[in-house]
């Protein structure tokens, strides 16, 4: 296992279009997350799993983001009807549970909504 | 309200010289505290963790010191080197979950 994966690295839409990303996890690791990154800010938190069970969704995420996690291994991120306020890098990130632990994150995938 | 500020958008240094960058929180009562090193185009790659109960953790030539009652961490780069550019990002545990600084931007010059 090389680490997280996150496919495609970068995807243009056109605005009003569906896009699916998807993010495979360090096999071990129960809990992955999914964070958005515009330039010169810090990653803001989207959503975390443990296992498949979505534990806990961000206010900001409205309801045309939803995540996938069905067997606990990979997970996808869809966004539906796209904004050009969308664009950003989407990461995902997957630790062991419990306190302490460092998350890895993969190399994001770039999204850019014309 | 709960914020997260690190010391500046941008550092500059010398190479050799010791580099300090801070994070500091309002209105958060972290367990723990982690820093991590994001290069462009790249996703943050983990770096030090600190827990509450800890004062100061090392590795290398990093060290991070935490802070509860001045809601403050301190990272440090010691003898830095041009290789060490790269933007920095601290993140509180949140829960279940952990919230990031907006990072500083450090750029070591030779």
């Known amino acids: 296992d090389t680490g997280v994966s996150q496919d495609p690295r970068h995807k243009i839409t056109k605005r009003g279009q569906n896009v699916t990303f998807r993010c495979d996890p360090i096999s071990e690791h129960n809990r992955l997350y999914w964070y958005r990154q515009t330039l010169g800010q810090g990653p803001e938190f989207l959503t975390y799993?443990?296992?498949?069970?979505?534990?806990?969704k961000s206010r900001l995420l409205s309801d045309r983001f939803s995540a996938e996690r069905p067997k606990g291994s990979f997970s996808t991120l869809e966004i539906q009807r796209t904004e050009q306020g969308d664009s950003a890098m989407y990461l995902c990130a997957s630790s062991f549970p419990g306190m302490n632990t460092e998350a890895f994150f993969g190399q994001g995938t770039r999204l850019t909504v014309v | 309200s709960q914020k997260i500020e690190q010391n500046s958008e941008a550092l500059n240094i010398q190479e050799g010289k010791t580099a300090t960058l801070t994070c500091n929180y309002t209105n958060y009562s972290p367990a723990y505290l982690q820093w991590y090193r994001q290069d462009p185009g790249r996703g943050p790659v983990f770096l030090l963790l600190i827990r509450e109960n800890e004062k100061e953790k090392r590795k290398e030539r990093l060290k991070v010191t935490f802070d509860t009652t001045l809601k403050q961490s301190l990272f440090h780069i010691t003898a830095s080197q041009p290789a060490d550019s790269a933007t920095y990002l601290c993140?509180?545990?949140?829960?279940?979950?952990?919230?990031f600084g907006p990072g500083t931007r450090l750029s070591v010059l030779p």
């Open positions: 799993f443990q296992n498949e069970a979505q534990l806990e």
């Open positions: 993140a509180l545990s949140l829960g279940q979950n952990f919230v």
